[in-house]
T-cell receptor
Framework: SQTIHQWPATLVQPVGSPLSLECTVE??????LYWYRQAAGRGLQLLFY??????ISSEVPQNLSASRPQDRQFILSSKKLLLSDSGFYLC???????????????FGPGTRLTVT | AQKITQTQPGMFVQEKEAVTLDCTYD???????LFWYKQPSSGEMIFLIY????DQQNATEGRYSLNFQKARKSANLVISASQLGDSAMYFC????????????WGLGTSLAVNP
C-alpha cells in the first residue's frame, strides 16, 4: 500500500533563516506531487505541483521554491523565511491516471511551521 | 473559473443523528469531480468520498453519502449516525482532469458532535 511521509512534524525558525521540508511517497511510481499551505482556520492554498522529476509548477509567487530530485521525493525550500510563511504545510500525491477517472489526493501528516 | 462554496462555517450535531454539510460549485465544464475530505485536529487531510459528474448514482462510503444534485450544482455530504470522532473540519474540493489535476478547495465547515 502507498504511504506518504513528511518531516519534520513541527518546526520553529527565525525570520531570515532557510527552510527545507521533505516529502517522500512509497508504494507507487510516477505520482503527481503537491505542496499546500494552510493558514490557521483557513482552507488549503496550492503552492506547487509536479507531474514528474524536475517538472515543477508554481501557483503562487513568493519566496518559496520546490524541487523533485527523485520520482517520489518532493522538497519545499526557502532561502529566507518571512513571518507570513508560518502555517501548516501539507504534501500530497495522486495517481497520474485512474481507471474510474478519479484523482483523489492523499495527504501526508503535515509540518507545522512557526516563523518567529 | 471554477468556484467552490461552503456556506456553513460551523455546524453542531447530536451524537447518533445525521448531518448534512453543504457544498455548491460553479463550473461550465461538462466533466468534473467533487471530493470531500476530513481534517481532524491532528491536521492530516483524510479522503472521504468522490462523485463524478457522470456518475448515475450518488456516491456512498460507509456512513458517508453524497447528495449530488447536478442541475443545482450542489454536492452535499451526509454523515449518518454521527460519532464523537466525526468532529473535525470538512472540505469540499472540485476537480477537472484538464486542469492539471489540481483541486479547487472550499474554505471548509467545522463540525462538532455533541455527546
Amino acid at each position: 500500500s502507498q504511504t506518504i511521509h513528511q518531516w519534520p512534524a513541527t518546526l520553529v525558525q527565525p525570520v531570515g533563516s532557510p527552510l527545507s521540508l521533505e516529502c517522500t511517497v512509497e508504494g507507487t511510481s510516477n505520482p503527481n506531487l503537491y505542496w499546500y499551505r494552510q493558514a490557521a482556520g483557513r482552507g488549503l492554498q496550492l503552492l506547487f505541483y509536479s507531474v514528474g522529476i524536475g517538472q515543477i509548477s508554481s501557483e503562487v509567487p513568493q519566496n518559496l521554491s520546490a524541487s523533485r530530485p527523485q520520482d517520489r521525493q518532493f522538497i519545499l525550500s526557502s532561502k529566507k523565511l518571512l513571518l507570513s510563511d508560518s502555517g501548516f504545510y501539507l504534501c500530497a500525491w495522486s495517481l497520474v491516471s485512474s481507471g474510474r477517472g478519479a484523482y483523489e489526493q492523499y495527504f501526508g501528516p503535515g509540518t507545522r511551521l512557526t516563523v518567529t | 473559473a471554477q468556484k467552490i462554496t461552503q456556506t456553513q462555517p460551523g455546524m453542531f450535531v447530536q451524537e447518533k443523528e445525521a448531518v448534512t454539510l453543504d457544498c455548491t460549485y460553479d463550473t461550465s465544464d461538462p466533466s468534473y469531480g467533487l471530493f470531500w475530505y476530513k481534517q481532524p485536529s491532528s491536521g492530516e487531510m483524510i479522503f472521504l468520498i468522490y462523485q463524478g459528474s457522470y456518475d448515475q448514482q450518488n456516491a456512498t462510503e460507509g456512513r458517508y453519502s453524497l447528495n449530488f444534485q447536478k442541475a443545482r450544482k450542489s454536492a452535499n455530504l451526509v454523515i449518518s449516525a454521527s460519532q464523537l470522532g466525526d468532529s473535525a473540519m470538512y472540505f469540499c474540493a472540485y476537480f477537472n482532469a484538464g486542469n492539471n489535476r489540481k483541486l479547487i478547495w472550499g474554505l471548509g465547515t467545522s463540525l462538532a458532535v455533541n455527546p
